[in-house]
């Protein structure tokens, strides 16, 4: 089946950029998702790209897709306190309405 | 607004026992998941329903079953609670290949 992977925690300081990176392996999926997740709570959606963009922009994320390798990453410009939570990387399997979700970064600003 | 709710947010059971985790959503989509999360493995698929009477084992179904009587509901039943239960379950829904909606969470201990 379908494999996402993302590394597990990242650390930056406040005001630097943030980039988290996620590769799979399913060349079918035709919607790739960046989900948040806040302490205590549920998943939130916060961008997603569809398979025919490399690049999609809202506000201070950025999201970049190489279909070649494989590779999803989402930037985050001028991190802030606020942005710190587990992001999770999630790609559309099988050809259904089904979500494989990758096993989520940890994001960690300091000041 | 429309919304999704899960009851209780807290359990905590008995090994052996058996366990239903309420999900109740009112988007009125016909698409409905179940989740479990934890650390290390992101979140795995448990069960899915793509409508009323249809009901799909994911990617971790063993000891879970669930029932979809109704567009709003799709309780998830642990029929004999074991240890390796004890997680975080979320239930989402969503209308065809869309963003997914989540939950805020049932946080399960199996002692």
């Known amino acids: 089946g379908e494999d996402v992977e993302q590394s597990l925690f990242l650390s930056v300081r406040e005001g630097d950029s943030s980039v988290i990176n996620c590769t799979y392996t399913?060349?079918?999926?035709?919607?790739l998702y960046w989900y948040k997740q806040e302490p205590g709570a549920g998943l939130q959606l916060l961008t997603y790209?569809?398979?025919?963009?490399d690049m999609k922009q809202d506000q201070r994320l950025t999201v970049l897709l190489n279909k070649k390798d494989k590779h999803l990453s989402l930037r985050i410009a001028d991190t802030q306190t606020g942005d710190s939570a587990i992001y999770f990387c999630?790609?559309?399997?099988?050809?259904?309405?089904?979500?494989?979700f990758g096993t989520g970064t940890q994001l960690k600003v300091e000041l | 607004d429309a919304e999704i709710t899960q009851s209780p947010r807290h359990k905590i059971t008995e090994t052996g026992r058996q366990v239903t985790l309420a999900c109740h959503q009112t988007?009125?989509?016909?698409?409905m998941f179940w989740y479990r999360q934890d650390l290390g493995h992101g979140l795995r698929l448990i069960h899915y329903?793509?409508?009323?009477?249809?009901?799909n084992k994911g990617e971790v179904s063993d000891g879970y079953s669930v029932s979809r009587s109704n567009t709003e509901d799709l309780p998830l039943t642990l029929e004999s609670a074991a240890s390796s239960q004890t997680s975080v379950y979320f239930c989402?829904?969503?209308?065809?290949?869309?963003?997914?909606?989540f939950g805020p969470g049932t946080r399960l201990t199996v002692l």
């Open positions: 989402a829904s969503s209308e065809s290949e869309g963003e997914q909606f």
């Open positions: 790209i569809f398979s025919n963009m």
């Open positions: 329903s793509y409508g009323v009477q249809d009901t």
């Open positions: 988007w009125n989509h016909n698409n």
């Open positions: 399913d060349s079918s999926s035709t919607y």
């Open positions: 999630a790609v559309i399997t099988g050809g259904g309405n089904k979500l494989t």
